[in-house]
Nanobody, 120 residues
């Protein structure tokens, strides 16, 4: 069974950067969308970024929550079965547990979650 394994979280000062990684342990067929969510204590899970691929052109399309637009960048490396979330200009309100997820035609996959803490 394919698993998503996350890494790259931690503690950073306000204004700093982190890069989260999410590696799939195998190939996932029929991918519809790949996304990053986050959840802060006492709050609902928030969609941070999505990535969809256009197989006809080979281009990826990304979309971001307004709260992170211009600061976060989602990308993928198909050869490594990995998606990334580059987070720049981090703010204390970005502190949360971050989850990667893959929605395929067959099922959804979720990473284990990675804590990101931004100190002021």
């Amino acid at each position: 069974q394919v698993q998503l394994v996350q890494s790259g979280g931690g503690l950073v000062q306000s204004g700093g950067s982190l890069r989260l990684s999410c590696v799939a342990s195998g190939t996932i067929s029929g991918i519809v969308v790949t996304a990053w969510y986050r959840q802060a204590p006492g709050e609902e899970r928030e969609l941070v970024a999505t990535l969809t691929g256009d197989e006809s052109t080979g281009d990826d399309s990304t979309h971001y929550a307004d709260s992170v637009k211009g600061r976060f960048t989602m990308s993928r490396d198909n050869a490594k079965n990995t998606v990334y979330l580059q987070m720049n200009s981090l703010k204390p309100e970005d502190s949360a547990v971050y989850y990667c997820t893959v929605r395929s035609l067959h099922r959804d996959y979720w990473g284990q979650g990675t804590q990101v803490t931004v100190s002021s």
